[in-house]
């Protein structure tokens, strides 16, 4: 079992940077043995991924249209995962969430019904 909570959201203008936070309660499996990813869901679309970290070595993988701007970075001693938002743009506005997969579902999960542990989200706007 693990326990996410998601924070640091907030609105800012295009251009601007915010960095996400999540922080994880773990019972069970180490935190090791999950991947972490951000996802986000704008007003009547559906939840995308937007970036991961792997369990089996740390490594980075995001999506095509946050590639350059956004980092993810994991602590496994601290049990948290960060994501820094660069050079934002309107159209990341959206309920970004922090969820974790298991490693059985490989070791760089994409898709939403991988991630079984969500963070209960946080609002990003950004203005143009």
């Known amino acids: 079992q693990i326990q996410l909570a998601d924070s640091g959201g907030g609105l800012m203008q295009a251009g601007g940077t915010l960095r996400l936070s999540c922080a994880a309660s773990?019972?069970?499996?180490?935190?090791?043995?999950?991947?972490v990813g951000w996802f986000r869901q704008a007003v009547g679309k559906e939840r995308e991924f937007v970036a991961g970290?792997?369990?089996?070595?740390?490594?980075?993988y995001y999506s095509d249209s946050v590639e350059g701007r956004f980092t993810i970075s994991r602590d496994n001693a601290k049990k948290t995962v960060n994501l820094l938002m660069d050079s934002l743009k309107p159209e990341d506005t959206a309920v970004y969430y922090c969820?974790?997969?298991?490693?059985?579902?490989?070791?760089?999960?994409?898709?939403?019904?991988?991630?079984?542990?969500w963070g209960q989200g946080t609002q990003v706007t950004v203005s143009s």
């Open positions: 970290t792997s369990w089996s070595d740390g490594s980075t």
């Open positions: 773990v019972s069970g499996p180490s935190f090791n043995s999950y991947s």
């Open positions: 969820a974790a997969a298991y490693s059985a579902w490989g070791p760089r999960p994409r898709r939403v019904v991988q991630f079984e542990y």
